[in-house]
Antibody, heavy 120, light 109 residues
Framework: EVQLVESGGGLVQPGGSLRLSCAAS????????MSWVRQAPGKGLEWVSV???????YYADSVKGRFTISRHNSKNTLYLQMNSLRAEDTAVYYC??????????????WGQGTMVTVSS | QSALTQPASVSGSPGQSITISCTGT?????????VSWYQQHPGKAPKLMIY???KRPSGVSNRFSGSKSGNTASLTISGLQAEDEADYYC?????????FGGGTQLTVL
């Protein structure tokens, strides 16, 4: 079965760090474009970052310089390292696969999400 | 990186059709035929309903259709059913970034 399972969310103080993981099964992470998308409580979806199959990475302006997307090929896992966290980073974080072909822009597989709360 | 513009809410009665618009710019919706639409029920992950503007993934009802004209994409749901009540988001590829609309809450009356 093709699926994504996120983990690593939790409560962290402002200025702190957290690393999210997204374990994939049924397909190969490194062969696909993979993204992180977040959703603040009661708000809409916000694209956060993408890693291309070739390894290039891109970020939303709101997280550039603070977040790092990466993957571990042998573990078939996607990561999001989040540093210098702010209250406005509080959200459910989803990992998602870009399906059909690399630049389709279509997220066909989503994880269940992991909640990150930034608060003192 | 501004969000795409969607109406905050739409409503319709069972059996009717509704259309949700998604307005971007010539740098995103207008430049790429890569608009996708997502359905999200409360507490659930989003589900892909339309990709490449008008294509339906396997398993998605043909009551859902998409189109685009200039910088505006649209999602039409025909034969509204109670289970269609959800939030709907458009999304556009924009080169090295991606942007979502603010979301539209669909109420089935």
């Amino acid at each position: 079965e093709v699926q994504l399972v996120e983990s690593g969310g939790g409560l962290v103080q402002p200025g702190g760090s957290l690393r999210l993981s997204c374990a994939a099964s049924g397909f190969t992470v490194s062969s696909n474009y993979m993204s992180w998308v977040r959703q603040a409580p009661g708000k809409g979806l916000e694209w956060v970052s993408v890693i291309y199959s070739g390894g290039s990475t891109y970020y939303a302006d709101s997280v550039k310089g603070r977040f790092t997307i990466s993957r571990h090929n042998s573990k078939n896992t996607l990561y999001l390292q989040m540093n210098s966290l702010r209250a406005e980073d509080t959200a459910v974080y989803y990992c998602a696969r870009v399906g059909y072909y690399d630049s389709s822009g279509a997220f066909d597989i989503w994880g269940q999400g992991t909640m990150v709360t930034v608060s003192s | 990186q501004s969000a795409l513009t969607q109406p905050a809410s739409v409503s319709g009665s069972p059996g009717q059709s509704i259309t949700i618009s998604c307005t971007g710019t010539s740098s995103d919706v207008g430049s790429y035929n890569l608009v996708s639409w997502y359905q999200q029920h409360p507490g659930k992950a989003p589900k892909l309903m339309i990709y490449e503007g008008s294509k339906r993934p396997s398993g998605v009802s043909n009551r859902f259709s998409g189109s685009k004209s200039g910088n505006t994409a649209s999602l039409t749901i025909s034969g509204l059913q109670a289970e269609d009540e959800a939030d709907y988001y458009c999304c556009s590829y924009a080169g090295s970034s991606t942007m979502f609309g603010g979301g539209t809450q669909l109420t089935v009356l």
